[in-house]
Antibody, heavy 118, light 105 residues
């Protein structure tokens, strides 16, 4: 079955850049799905970050303005998130996920705890 | 903006639980429910308002339309005590409600 395997740093400095990667196994990023990122601040709710389609189309959260880049690499069967100009408010668990064509998220990675601290 | 009520619901095993989710504008039927247990990723329970995801038991049901939605758990089992989030996917950016914690009474 399809699984999502996240990788990336757990500690990033303020004003730095976060780069997370999600590897898809048992399936293809070229399939008809939206590959998605969601985050959760400690003890808080879920925040939808953005999604990328197999053709490279991206929808993202305007609250992250120009700090966010979501990309997809069919050759490595991975998709990635890059978030710049980090602050403490960006700390939390980042999940990669698979969205159905209609938008609900039916598969989640295990999450990566990211702490923004000097 | 999505809101959920109550924030916490205390229920005894075997009881029925009804959770509410409200949107500030119509989301048509593009509404999902997720369950999150401590230390775990969320998991999809219901999508398109009322369709159970694969493997979800029949005691979970969803209803509503437009701006008012509900999730009902007909007879709570021990594994159902968790946090439940609703999510709209009618308008970008997709948004989640703040969650309802279902705990043991």
């Amino acid at each position: 079955q399809v699984q999502l395997h996240q990788s990336g740093p757990g500690l990033v400095k303020p004003s730095g850049t976060l780069s997370l990667t999600c590897a898809v196994s048992g399936g293809s990023v070229s399939s008809v799905n939206w590959w998605t990122w969601v985050r959760q601040a400690p003890g808080k709710g879920l925040e939808w970050i953005g999604e990328i389609y197999h053709n490279g189309a991206v929808n993202d959260n305007p609250s992250l303005k120009s700090r966010l880049t979501i990309s997809l690499d069919q050759s490595t069967n991975q998709f990635s998130l890059t978030l710049t100009s980090l602050s403490v408010a960006d700390s939390g668990v980042y999940f990669c996920a698979r969205g159905r064509a209609a938008g609900a998220i039916d598969l989640w990675g295990r999450g990566t705890l990211v702490t923004v601290s000097s | 903006v999505m809101t959920q009520s109550p924030a916490t619901l205390s229920v005894s095993p075997g009881d029925r639980a009804t959770l509410s989710c409200r949107a500030n504008e119509t989301v048509r039927n593009y509404l999902a429910w997720y369950q999150q247990r401590p230390g775990q990723a969320p998991s999809l329970l219901i999508y398109d308002t009322s369709t159970r995801a694969t493997g979800i038991p029949a005691r979970f049901s969803g209803s509503g339309s437009g701006t008012e939605f509900s999730l009902t758990i007909s007879s709570l089992q021990s594994e159902d005590f968790a946090v439940y989030f609703c999510q709209q996917y009618n308008n970008w950016p997709y948004t989640f409600g703040p969650g309802t914690t279902v705990d043991i009474k």
